[in-house]
């Protein structure tokens, strides 16, 4: 992180990260059409600007909440995935990637592999978006293909730096697209549309452990060929 720099882009870059545990504290509505007029400045292939984003806080965030936690109750029969969250049969290096973060995590909360229990309860913390009081919903047109829903990537991150700049916090959430037609249905989102992901925000509870512990990343080496250099 570079030094004295409190508003570089690096310093936004190292200080996001995903927030699992929220304060009771509203979100000021005026800082975030600040923060979303900002970030429609990301850039998008054609200049589609395929995001599409419905913003729930108070009943209607617990209307979604309560409609989820139906179809949980559900078991495996109340599953409407949108889409494959991770492809069938993951590979490594990225199975050795999305496990280790998942044990890293569980550490940081001291639960055990055994504490099947636990580490449940921890996930389905999800589908309260950990105590968020504002959750983002993120979709779009279902006729939009891979490259949009890159762009659509693009304005999520814009988003998650904003919200640093202004003190703020946030989790990506694509656990809601397992219940996408639920979801969709409470927000009264047309068929035509398409469930990405949902990013909880609010103001990060600093002291929590599942806030405090380092996330890995790969070493260039893993990710970049250099060639011609
Ligand atoms: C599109 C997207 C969806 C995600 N969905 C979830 C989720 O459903 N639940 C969760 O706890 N974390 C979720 N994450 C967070 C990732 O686990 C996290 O970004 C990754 O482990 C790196 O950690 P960091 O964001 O703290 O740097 C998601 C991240 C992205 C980008």
């Not at 806080?57 to 949108?82: F, L």
Request: proline share 7%.
């Amino acid at each position: 992180m570079p030094a004295n720099d409190a508003l570089s882009v690096a310093h936004a870059l190292h200080a996001r990260r995903s927030v699992r545990a929220f304060k009771d504290q509203p979100v000021d509505t005026e800082l975030l059409k600040t923060i979303f007029a900002d970030a429609q400045r990301a850039p998008s292939g054609g200049n589609l600007q395929p995001w599409q984003a419905t913003l729930v806080t108070g009943e209607p965030w617990q209307r979604v909440k309560d409609a989820v936690a139906a179809r949980i109750a559900m078991g495996r029969e109340g599953y409407q995935p949108e889409y494959d969250i991770y492809p069938k049969g993951l590979t490594e290096p990225w199975e050795a990637r999305r496990f280790g973060v998942g044990e890293a995590l569980y550490a940081s909360l001291g639960i055990p592999r055994d504490n099947k229990a636990g580490r449940l309860a921890q996930f389905m913390d999800n589908y309260k978006g950990f105590g968020a009081p504002v959750m983002l919903f993120l979709h779009c047109s279902r006729i939009m293909g891979p490259p949009q829903w890159s762009d659509m990537g693009m304005w999520l991150q814009s988003v998650m730096l904003l919200l640093v700049e202004h003190g703020l916090a946030s989790c990506p959430q694509e656990c809601w697209a397992m219940y996408g037609a639920t979801v969709r249905e409470t927000l009264g989102l047309g068929e035509d549309q398409i469930l990405f992901t949902g990013l909880a925000i609010g103001h990060a509870d600093t002291d929590a452990a599942v806030n405090n512990w380092p996330v890995p990343r790969v070493g260039l080496e893993e990710v970049i060929d250099w060639q011609g250099f």
